[in-house]
């Protein structure tokens, strides 16, 4: 593709919006009510972490890479793929990201929450937004909510309330799990634009919220390290 | 490994029995304009069907139907080309489902691409693509985008010389690689060029459309309306009365009416999810086709807006 420049996001776009809302209802509709279930059980598991709850704690970071590994099996490889080819690849991605999921929640040390204020507020705020307000974003675009996007079930949910989640606690090499999310919010972001979806805000600020949260917490540690 | 699923698609939707629409009538249905390829002197419907996005539901049974459906009123209305490619997702497989609801008919012409990078899988995809279709053989092997078109080319014409295929051609889109496609016309044996044109996209006047007509090549043309776009941003502006005596009754015919009178064009192939827009479409190919004064005035007139 040596005239690369001439291309835009809506070159790359194969299928019509249309298409992809059936998708995801159809999808929904094989699988309700288990969007329930995971959200109302990452949900208990989180707050339960929180609570320093030993078991929700051991548990945290398998369920995750669980809702990864499902999320890449069952939409992006059998469904998602049949419209999109690029599907195939970002299911590949996201096996990757259950298995680094599922590897460092061996770590001991990764249920502590962070010490920095603004990492840790930031975190539960990505992290709920994307398990419980996510999935009522077509209500935004007058859409039905047969065509929720929910956590476990769906990607951008999915890579939402992981980015929070990482960002909220503290553990050794937990950066290694923040580059397939936010590639995805990139990707999800540039394909909802190309539809003229204006859910395509909403991977793109969580990718610019990620970035501003680890800044800042950074800064108040050189600061804090410097007193 | 992509479309590894396709198969199991493809086997799901040809499993699905359902009622036949009924297979089109043989027998040319009058009106839609044909342009001879020159290669052969066969003629062809100057108005044809592409199946970019429109085509790619994946496996949605309630979209495949309106697919078929939309062939389906394709062939009746006297239609012949069919264009797709290995890189338009399940379009390939809903083409194939199309045809098999429509018993195949017979005045099919199939026109497809080959689309990989690596030489030496281009016969392997031709055949996926081939099975995926249905057919026996394509009519027409296009080299997509001009991906790796030096080791393609000679394939297609060994498969041509062996009755594998009937015509080969090359293709690009939005006024890409026009130089690289120049020379390949003057320099390969080609049946059919593929380019974008239409009423604001007008590059391929300059160069291509005329050698095509010199060296006897069929131009199919895509994008007629900038993937809808042109008739959106159209579709508020008054369309003019003197249009009337082509035919035309809407922006969509308008705009092919256009194209398709440029006496270089063989077959625009314009692509739709509605049946009604097949049928506009079709129309657009008979009635009047304008002539040069009209085509100035068409121009000016949307230039003006």
Redo the contacts between chains.
Sequence with gaps: M??WW?YTP??F????PR?YL??VE?YNQDFWPLQLVLVTGTLAIMVLAAMHVRYARIALLPVFAAAWAFCAWQFL???Y?????GA?YAAMAFFLQAGLLALLSLRASNDVLSVSRWRRYGGMFLALFGLLVHPFLPLLATRSLAAAETFGLMPDPTAITTLGAVLAIRGKRLWLLLPVPLLWCAFSGLTLLAMEDRGAAVPAASIVLVAAFLLISARSRARSARH | MRFTRRSVLQGFALGVSLPLIGQPAPAEVAGVTRRAIPSSGEEIPVIGLGTWITFNVGDDPVLQDECAAVMAAFFEGGGRMIDSSPMYGSSQPTIGYGLQKLKYPDRLFSAEKVWISDPTSGAEQIEASRAYWGVKRFDLMQVHNLVSWEEHLPMLFDMKAKAQLRYVGITTSEGRRHQEITRIMESQPIDFVQVTYNILDREAEERILPLAQEKGIAVIVNRPFRQGSLIRQLDDEPLPEWIAETGARSWAQFLLKFIVSHPAVTCAIPATTRVDHVRENLEAGGGVLPDEAIRRRMLDYVEAL
């Design positions: 040596s005239d001439t809506a070159d776009l194969m299928f019509s298409v059936r998708l159809r490889w059998l469904r793929a049949t419209i999109n080819w195939t």
